[in-house]
């Protein structure tokens, strides 16, 4: 996930970055190319291989910085489904703690999000996206536990680096090796990700195909307590916490992009845009605490203000439910 701050989920995008800043950018080049996503919120050409994703990964390309995303893209909703799995029957959430985290009450906010955004009319946005049998994805999450790292890969954290505490997590048997889950290594705030948190992203999310483990889905979100400007919709927060709540929203838009595009080679549109892209930094209807937080969606008894995703039917839409 990618909000523009400099060129890279533009400097024009500054001065209007809580309504204008955007999570995608595309490999500059001007021609009609399609691209393949990298999962850090925008497209890159494909590297030579047998079809659609091959070489897309953690490439990071000449990002230039777009605005709202149009919708354009190559199906009739504005995506397309370009052959590779999804996970359909549930999507399993595993926290790995990264860094310091005494005292903090992030576990408690994000913990509280992964056990109530499946189910909800939120998370059914993604039944929208089917496989090539026309199996849609269930409107299933499950929260499945949590480990810590005590800064494994110290405070500046490479792609490598993110790769490794996920396989550490799994082959010492802190954390399951799941199929159908998604390992997000969630980085206190002094811990930096050197391939550009802050500058290029927010958050991102890929898969690997690690000795011994298979193919593993991950995803790096930081703290962006590190960087509110760049990575924080707001400051005062729905749960009192800004650096957790504006994980809250990195979190819910690399899993739904996990869900059903967790190998990078099913769905996206021409540029690259996975669906949480086509609508990154876009909330909807807001609501407003006596804070003066606001917020758009309660999962579990608690507020958050959490991004719009991609409806992937009657010509595609932005929304917060489906």
Not at 238 to 251: K, L, T, V, Y
Request: aromatic share 10%.
């Amino acid at each position: 996930m990618r909000r523009i701050v400099v060129t890279a989920f533009a400097v024009s995008c500054l001065a209007a970055m809580a309504s204008s800043a955007v999570d995608a950018g595309v490999v500059g080049g001007g021609n009609d190319d399609e691209l393949v996503p990298t999962g850090k919120g925008w497209g890159e050409r494909p590297a030579p291989g047998p079809g659609p994703g091959q070489g897309a990964g953690q490439g990071e390309g000449n990002a230039q910085g777009q605005g709202k995303p149009s919708g354009a893209g190559g199906g009739t909703n504005g995506i397309s489904y370009h052959g590779g799995p999804l996970i359909l029957n549930g999507t399993n959430i595993y926290y790995i703690w990264y860094g310091n985290w005494s005292g903090n009450t992030a576990d408690a906010i994000l913990s509280t999000l992964a056990q109530g955004i499946g189910g909800s009319a939120y998370f059914n946005i993604n039944t929208t996206y089917y496989d090539g049998s026309n199996r849609h994805i269930s409107n299933t999450v499950n929260y499945k536990g949590a480990t810590s790292d005590n800064y494994s890969q110290g405070t500046a954290l490479s792609d490598a680096g993110v790769q490794s505490v996920v396989a550490s997590a799994i082959s010492t048997g802190k954390l399951p090796n799941d199929a159908n889950g998604v390992y997000f290594v969630l980085t206190s705030a002094d811990v930096n990700e050197t391939s550009g948190f802050c500058t290029q992203y927010c958050g991102w999310h890929t898969h690997s195909a690690i000795t011994g483990l298979g193919d593993v889905k991950y995803s790096f979100v930081g703290n962006p307590d590190r960087c509110p400007s760049a990575c924080a919709e707001q400051t005062t927060s729905p749960n009192g916490n800004a650096g957790a709540d504006g994980m809250a929203s990195i979190i819910a838009h690399e899993l739904e992009e996990a869900t059903t595009d967790p190998d990078l080679n099913a769905w996206y549109d021409r540029r690259g845009y996975e669906n949480a892209d086509k609508c990154a930094w876009t909330f909807g209807t807001e609501k407003k605490l006596s804070s003066g937080a606001l917020y758009n969606v309660v999962f579990g008894g608690s507020n958050f203000l959490i991004q719009q995703n991609w409806v992937n039917a009657s010509g595609g839409y932005c929304a917060m439910s489906y």
